[in-house]
């Protein structure tokens, strides 16, 4: 039978790691607290002290990295279509806070529009000591990557990026065309499948030294089981896939660098930190403080 003790991991409750404080990634430039992806997103990320901003790319029709991440731009402004079939003069016109809802249930960005920038403003916009991660966001892959390689060639900031993508293919893309000049994180997939592995199998598989890896702190699993006769799924809701022995494992590898995604909790952020997590992402850079704060309360 598949063990999933592992998996359960440990809850962390009213500790102060004796480890420094995770690096904040603010999620899509701070997605709960403005309209994500937008230049007053990255303003009130930095100002809320955000140390990295997590942006998401696709590419216009005409060829212009911008930062948008929905396939549809339906889901997030005023207009309908993908990014990819409007040229940069079209997406000019889209308010890209349209849909953004407060905390009181109101739109306020309805009156007062947010643009969708390009990479290019976003690079221009943040001090040079913030690093960036820049996430993938559109097929094909390889149209959205040499956007942004135009962009970071002309701005002079492949220092300045790290690239992501839950696409295999992205990071194949990168390191066939740009591995001279590209750092990038570990394929989701070899991160997800090394941390699966350790937990269900027993078998640590450290990465490469230096590796930059990034996945959930717990989320939902399928686990299958196959048969002669057939298949068994079963879910595990959540799963905690960084636990103590995870931590233990890609720590062996030397300079490797742990991003927890999720982290929107104090509990999220307490045990994130107690692992000794490199770094989280966090939807709302304004919560952090609090977050920190309920470290040091009793039972917090």
Same mark, same amino acid.
């Given at each position: 039978?598949?063990?999933?003790?592992?998996?359960?991991?440990?809850?962390? *409750?009213?500790?102060?790691?004796?480890?420094?404080?995770?690096?904040?990634?603010?999620?899509?430039?701070?997605?709960?607290?403005?309209?994500?992806?937008?230049?007053?997103?990255?303003?009130?990320?930095?100002?809320?002290?955000?140390?990295?901003?997590?942006?998401? /790319?696709?590419?216009?029709?005409?060829?212009?990295?911008?930062?948008?991440?929905?396939?549809? =731009?339906?889901?997030?402004?005023?207009?309908?279509?993908?990014?990819?079939?409007?040229?940069?003069?079209?997406?000019?016109? /889209?308010? +890209?806070?349209?849909?953004?809802?407060?905390?009181?249930?109101?739109?306020?960005?309805?009156?007062?529009?947010?643009?969708?920038?390009?990479?290019?403003?976003?690079?221009?916009?943040?001090?040079?000591? %913030?690093?960036?991660?820049?996430? %993938?966001?559109?097929?094909? /892959?390889?149209?959205?990557?040499?956007?942004?390689?135009?962009?970071?060639?002309?701005?002079? +900031?492949?220092?300045?990026?790290?690239?992501?993508?839950? *696409?295999?293919?992205?990071?194949?893309?990168?390191?066939?065309?740009?591995?001279?000049? +590209?750092?990038?994180?570990?394929?989701?997939?070899?991160?997800?499948?090394?941390?699966?592995?350790?937990?269900?199998?027993?078998?640590?598989?450290?990465?490469?030294?230096?590796?930059?890896?990034?996945?959930? =702190? *717990?989320?939902?699993?399928?686990?299958?089981?196959?048969?002669?006769?057939?298949?068994?799924?079963?879910?595990?809701?959540?799963?905690?896939?960084?636990?103590?022995?995870?931590?233990?494992?890609?720590?062996?590898?030397?300079?490797?660098?742990?991003?927890?995604?999720?982290?929107?909790?104090?509990?999220?952020?307490?045990?994130?930190?107690?692992?000794?997590?490199?770094?989280?992402?966090?939807?709302?850079?304004?919560?952090?403080?609090?977050?920190?704060?309920?470290?040091?309360?009793?039972?917090?």
């Amino acid at each position: 039978m598949v063990s999933l003790a592992l998996l359960a991991g440990c809850s962390v *409750e009213g500790v102060r790691s004796s480890l420094p404080a995770p690096a904040v990634v603010a999620h899509r430039a701070g997605t709960a607290d403005a309209p994500e992806n937008t230049l007053l997103a990255i303003r009130k990320a930095l100002a809320n002290q955000s140390d990295v901003l997590w942006l998401s /790319v696709q590419v216009s029709a005409d060829g212009v990295a911008v930062l948008y991440r929905p396939a549809d =731009l339906s889901a997030l402004t005023d207009a309908q279509g993908a990014v990819g079939t409007k040229s940069l003069e079209q997406l000019r016109t /889209v308010n +890209a806070g349209y849909q953004f809802k407060d905390a009181a249930g109101d739109y306020p960005y309805r009156a007062q529009p947010q643009a969708i920038p390009t990479l290019a403003e976003a690079l221009r916009s943040v001090p040079t000591s %913030i690093p960036l991660f820049l996430d %993938i966001k559109a097929q094909p /892959v390889g149209n959205v990557i040499d956007a942004v390689a135009r962009t970071l060639d002309q701005q002079q +900031a492949w220092s300045r990026v790290r690239f992501y993508s839950t *696409e295999r293919d992205a990071s194949d893309y990168l390191a066939q065309h740009y591995a001279d000049r +590209a750092q990038r994180f570990e394929s989701r997939d070899a991160t997800r499948n090394r941390l699966v592995d350790l937990a269900l199998a027993g078998r640590c598989s450290p990465p490469a030294a230096g590796t930059w890896m990034g996945i959930e =702190l *717990e989320r939902d699993l399928t686990v299958t089981e196959q048969f002669t006769l057939g298949s068994s799924s079963y879910q595990v809701k959540p799963a905690r896939l960084w636990t103590p022995q995870a931590m233990a494992c890609v720590r062996r590898a030397p300079g490797t660098k742990v991003m927890m995604f999720g982290i929107n909790s104090a509990q999220a952020y307490g045990a994130a930190h107690e692992l000794g997590a490199d770094a989280v992402m966090v939807d709302s850079p304004a919560s952090v403080p609090a977050y920190r704060r309920a470290e040091v309360q009793p039972g917090g």
